[in-house]
């Protein structure tokens, strides 16, 4: 239960204090006294967004914080464990603080029993504590998309362990499905992939392709190109080397002169060596010039050959040579034989892949089948429990709207044809909507065409009722929800949320003096004007303050005397309700 909620320079509270006791604690107070602020607070405790404007006036921060007795089983076993491994149950277990703060910069922090914790965790932790129920939450009821959610918590472990058991088989087809999309596409696609590779690798291997042969082949084409200019300076340079009277001839005759001479002076004999040197490199360049010109084919269809090589290199380069090899210095976007050798290596290696994976494509194939199979029957098996409870929830409502003063009314669960194929959603596989049909003869249809807005606030209250009892959330809060609900139906609404509250705690703000009567703790909120400024303040009613409170909703704030008389009735009816309750 909720011991203490502690409310620090939010809005116009400066600071306020709730103490709520266990059974029904009505709020009540003038229009724009600040009710709704109290409950902002909540909202915002509990995870809601917040802005700067919430924060004092003057002020550069705002703190709430709610102090809960946590009772055995009220926190999911699951949470309560991870708690525990957190230590954030350290100390006193049976105690919970949850507090926000929230500053001018725009930054809130959260702390769990004076540990941070995320705003995650906060929204986990206070939605096992307390539920919100506000004036708009009747709106929700026209969203067919809630209302899957609301059999499901009203239905409770049935459906549950159903739904759980569905999201554990749709968790091994999803992983399956994400395992053969990895092994490549379907496999009409992973066919036409193999095709095209492996068309790809025969394509390259077929050119037997050599590192840099297009820069050979392109210096052979500048050598045919010019072969007549070459084989004449060949013959011309052979001849000046070789011939008589040439260079070697020269270099000969000066060699034996030099010998002359060595014998008569050593130093002139140092001379012998660079002529027998130069004597025999030119020889040897002689020797290679004559090999040069006798190598020197002369071929006319060489050159078509070799533009004919460096025309099915092109067309490779151009297909798989623009993108990047890593021993390859290209400029990225420049074409080369490196290029296409590393896109070979890639398309061999995904072709590798996919071959490899087509044994176990049709594995992962045959056994998706299988899992949908038995996801189909999950979702079936889930359907039937939803089904089930709502013939259920459907008998209940009706009851319960019967009391609202909706007598004539027929409720309704209208299940959809179930949706069997993929993509499946973790709800399962049903579509529901709720429907009405306010009066006799007439056909059921949907809320949203036929619920007015107190009809709608008493359909609210009907369901939240129920969800209330099916739940056991310890705390449950109501701001307002019932607006457009008068008279006879009036003390209804109150007689339900004192049922409600009996052995849990719910605190109800309400104009409506069928409500107030029948408190367990009664609190005026309020606002005061102090040195200038406004403060919202709360206060728990005595008595006499109880009965003064509960005129002034009956009369406007006139204090009639008949007002004053007619409370006490309500409020002696509203004792002997409550005895009866507890009896």
């Given at each position: 239960?909720?011991?203490?909620?502690?409310?620090?320079?939010?809005?116009?509270?400066?600071?306020?204090?709730?103490?709520?006791?266990?059974?029904?604690?009505?709020?009540?107070?003038?229009?724009?006294?600040?009710?709704?602020?109290?409950?902002?607070?909540?909202?915002?405790?509990?995870?809601?967004?917040?802005?700067?404007?919430?924060?004092?006036?003057?002020?550069?921060?705002?703190?709430?914080?709610?102090?809960?007795?946590?009772?055995?089983?009220?926190?999911?076993?699951?949470?309560?464990?991870?708690?525990?491994?957190?230590?954030?149950?350290?100390?006193?277990?049976?105690?919970?603080?949850?507090?926000?703060?929230?500053?001018?910069?725009?930054?809130?922090?959260?702390?769990?029993?004076?540990?941070?914790?995320?705003?995650?965790?906060?929204?986990?932790?206070?939605?096992?504590?307390?539920?919100?129920?506000?004036?708009?939450?009747?709106?929700?009821?026209?969203?067919?998309?809630?209302?899957?959610?609301?059999?499901?918590?009203?239905?409770?472990?049935?459906?549950?362990?159903?739904?759980?058991?569905?999201?554990?088989?749709?968790?091994?087809?999803?992983?399956?499905?994400?395992?053969?999309?990895?092994?490549?596409?379907?496999?009409?696609?992973?066919?036409?992939?193999?095709?095209?590779?492996?068309?790809?690798?025969?394509?390259?291997?077929?050119?037997?392709?050599?590192?840099?042969?297009?820069?050979?082949?392109?210096?052979?084409?500048?050598?045919?190109?010019?072969?007549?200019?070459?084989?004449?300076?060949?013959?011309?340079?052979?001849?000046?080397?070789?011939?008589?009277?040439?260079?070697?001839?020269?270099?000969?005759?000066?060699?034996?002169?030099?010998?002359?001479?060595?014998?008569?002076?050593?130093?002139?004999?140092?001379?012998?060596?660079?002529?027998?040197?130069?004597?025999?490199?030119?020889?040897?360049?002689?020797?290679?010039?004559?090999?040069?010109?006798?190598?020197?084919?002369?071929?006319?269809?060489?050159?078509?050959?070799?533009?004919?090589?460096?025309?099915?290199?092109?067309?490779?380069?151009?297909?798989?040579?623009?993108?990047?090899?890593?021993?390859?210095?290209?400029?990225?976007?420049?074409?080369?034989?490196?290029?296409?050798?590393?896109?070979?290596?890639?398309?061999?290696?995904?072709?590798?892949?996919?071959?490899?994976?087509?044994?176990?494509?049709?594995?992962?194939?045959?056994?998706?089948?299988?899992?949908?199979?038995?996801?189909?029957?999950?979702?079936?098996?889930?359907?039937?429990?939803?089904?089930?409870?709502?013939?259920?929830?459907?008998?209940?409502?009706?009851?319960?709207?019967?009391?609202?003063?909706?007598?004539?009314?027929?409720?309704?669960?209208?299940?959809?044809?179930?949706?069997?194929?993929?993509?499946?959603?973790?709800?399962?596989?049903?579509?529901?909507?709720?429907?009405?049909?306010?009066?006799?003869?007439?056909?059921?249809?949907?809320?949203?065409?036929?619920?007015?807005?107190?009809?709608?606030?008493?359909?609210?209250?009907?369901?939240?009722?129920?969800?209330?009892?099916?739940?056991?959330?310890?705390?449950?809060?109501?701001?307002?929800?019932?607006?457009?609900?008068?008279?006879?139906?009036?003390?209804?609404?109150?007689?339900?949320?004192?049922?409600?509250?009996?052995?849990?705690?719910?605190?109800?703000?309400?104009?409506?003096?069928?409500?107030?009567?029948?408190?367990?703790?009664?609190?005026?909120?309020?606002?005061?004007?102090?040195?200038?400024?406004?403060?919202?303040?709360?206060?728990?009613?005595?008595?006499?303050?109880?009965?003064?409170?509960?005129?002034?909703?009956?009369?406007?704030?006139?204090?009639?005397?008949?007002?004053?008389?007619l409370a006490q009735e309500l409020l002696k009816s509203g004792e002997k309700f409550r005895q009866s309750r507890s009896s």
């Amino acid at each position: 239960m909720l011991i203490h909620l502690h409310v620090q320079d939010f809005a116009l509270i400066e600071s306020l204090d709730l103490q709520p006791e266990t059974g029904l604690s009505i709020i009540t107070g003038e229009t724009g006294a600040g009710k709704s602020i109290l409950v902002d607070a909540i909202l915002a405790l509990l995870g809601g967004r917040m802005s700067r404007d919430q924060i004092r006036s003057g002020q550069q921060s705002c703190r709430i914080e709610a102090l809960f007795q946590l009772q055995p089983g009220v926190l999911d076993l699951q949470l309560a464990e991870q708690l525990e491994l957190e230590d954030l149950l350290a100390g006193n277990p049976q105690e919970l603080l949850l507090v926000r703060e929230y500053n001018q910069n725009g930054r809130s922090v959260f702390r769990l029993n004076d540990r941070i914790i995320t705003s995650a965790t906060a929204r986990i932790v206070s939605s096992a504590l307390l539920d919100i129920h506000g004036q708009h939450d009747n709106q929700l009821i026209f969203d067919a998309g809630t209302h899957l959610d609301l059999l499901d918590r009203f239905a409770g472990k049935p459906v549950a362990a159903a739904r759980l058991h569905w999201q554990d088989v749709l968790a091994e087809y999803n992983r399956c499905s994400a395992e053969l999309a990895e092994l490549g596409l379907d496999p009409a696609a992973r066919a036409r992939a193999i095709d095209m590779l492996q068309y790809q690798v025969n394509e390259i291997d077929a050119a037997q392709i050599k590192p840099d042969e297009d820069e050979q082949l392109q210096e052979q084409r500048r050598v045919r190109q010019n072969q007549e200019r070459i084989v004449q300076a060949l013959s011309e340079g052979a001849d000046l080397l070789s011939a008589d009277n040439g260079a070697v001839y020269s270099l000969a005759e000066a060699l034996s002169r030099v010998d002359y001479i060595a014998r008569y002076s050593e130093r002139l004999a140092k001379l012998r060596q660079p002529l027998t040197e130069a004597l025999e490199l030119t020889r040897t360049t002689a020797s290679e010039l004559t090999d040069a010109l006798q190598r020197i084919e002369l071929d006319p269809a060489a050159l078509e050959r070799i533009d004919e090589r460096l025309d099915v290199l092109y067309r490779l380069k151009s297909k798989y040579g623009m993108g990047t090899a890593g021993n390859d210095s290209t400029p990225a976007g420049t074409p080369s034989l490196a290029k296409v050798l590393a896109y070979r290596q890639k398309a061999a290696s995904r072709l590798a892949t996919l071959l490899a994976g087509e044994k176990r494509a049709r594995e992962l194939n045959t056994e998706l089948a299988r899992i949908q199979e038995e996801l189909i029957s999950a979702g079936e098996q889930l359907h039937q429990a939803r089904t089930a409870a709502g013939a259920e929830l459907a008998q209940r409502i009706t009851c319960e709207l019967s009391d609202l003063g909706m007598k004539s009314v027929r409720f309704s669960v209208h299940f959809e044809n179930l949706v069997k194929q993929p993509p499946f959603r973790s709800s399962g596989l049903d579509k529901l909507e709720f429907l009405l049909s306010p009066n006799p003869g007439e056909p059921e249809r949907p809320l949203a065409r036929i619920a007015s807005g107190g009809e709608a606030a008493r359909i609210m209250l009907a369901i939240k009722v129920i969800l209330a009892r099916a739940d056991r959330t310890p705390v449950l809060i109501f701001d307002e929800i019932d607006t457009g609900v008068s008279g006879q139906t009036a003390i209804r609404v109150a007689e339900k949320l004192s049922a409600l509250a009996h052995g849990r705690q719910v605190l109800c703000i309400t104009h409506l003096p069928q409500i107030a009567a029948l408190a367990d703790q009664h609190f005026l909120i309020a606002k005061q004007v102090e040195a200038e400024r406004t403060r919202t303040k709360i206060t728990a009613l005595t008595a006499e303050g109880r009965l003064d409170e509960i005129a002034r909703l009956l009369s406007g704030g006139t204090g009639a005397d008949q007002a004053r008389s007619l409370a006490q009735e309500l409020l002696k009816s509203g004792e002997k309700f409550r005895q009866s309750r507890s009896s």
